[in-house]
């Protein structure tokens, strides 16, 4: 089954502790993004990358890290994490963007992180 | 900049109602693509269209319909006759093209459907 997968699925964990979130899919797609998802504010992008070892920051890329180091794995790493990094992320795939950035996006199940 | 505004915060129908979810984007790209995407109670986001913006037919699937008016730059999402299992958040979003270079998706805050038995 074509899929993005994302573990852990819930997580709480304590201010400055590093975490990381992994992401693969299993459809060779050529880009993976990640989003979170905050109330009020719909969806904005942290990181995405085009391709292995092309990582490129979004619109809230401030304390995150992203590595891309294999097709199918994408990790989402929070060196020293923070209470306003509280919030629900998704991993999203599809394939390498056209001319008008259209390729459709298939998202992971999403992971709910507190940070207290 | 590129946006998406859904105005409806939250919507509450009956079964069997029709209900139309409101998508309004701004962008300055010639080219780009709309999406709707579908968050239902258990959290993940499911796609249900994506339309370019050189195909302004309407798109029926269903009892899903969507109208897309490059005139009002719109592009809303109907349920015909909906159903309790269609309670969800619905999510409309804009690609950003910059040449393709990120195939970035701008959200709209999602609009929440509640539908009442």
């Known amino acids: 089954e074509a899929q993005v997968t994302q573990n852990p699925r819930y997580l709480i964990t304590v201010t400055g502790k590093k975490l990381t979130v992994t992401c693969s899919q299993n459809m060779n797609h050529e880009y993976m993004s990640w989003y979170r998802q905050d109330p009020g504010l719909g969806l904005r992008q942290i990181y995405y990358s085009m391709n292995v070892e092309v990582t490129d920051k979004g619109d809230v890329p401030e304390g995150y890290k992203v590595s891309r180091k294999e097709k199918r794995n994408f990790p989402l790493i929070l060196e020293s994490p923070s209470p306003n990094q509280t919030s629900l992320y998704f991993c999203?795939?599809?394939?390498?963007?056209?001319?008008?950035?259209?390729?459709?996006?298939?998202f992971g199940p999403g992971t709910r992180l507190t940070v207290l | 900049a590129q946006k998406v505004t859904q105005a409806q915060t939250e919507i509450s129908v009956v079964e069997k109602e029709d209900v139309t979810l409101d998508c309004v984007y701004e962008?300055?790209?010639?080219?780009?693509?709309l999406f709707w995407y579908k968050q239902p109670p258990s959290g993940e986001l499911v796609f249900l269209i994506r339309?370019?913006?050189?195909?302004?037919q309407n798109e029926i699937s269903g009892r899903y319909s969507w109208n897309f008016q490059k005139s009002t730059s719109s592009f809303n999402f109907t349920i015909t006759a909906s159903q309790v299992v269609d309670s969800a958040v619905y999510f409309c979003a804009l690609s950003e093209s910059l040449g393709g270079a990120t195939n970035k998706l701008i959200f709209g805050t999602g609009t929440l459907l509640a539908v009442q038995p």
């Open positions: 999203a795939s599809s394939l390498l963007p056209g001319l008008a950035g259209s390729d459709t996006q298939y």
């Open positions: 962008t300055r790209d010639t080219t780009y693509y």
């Open positions: 339309r370019n913006s050189f195909d302004e």
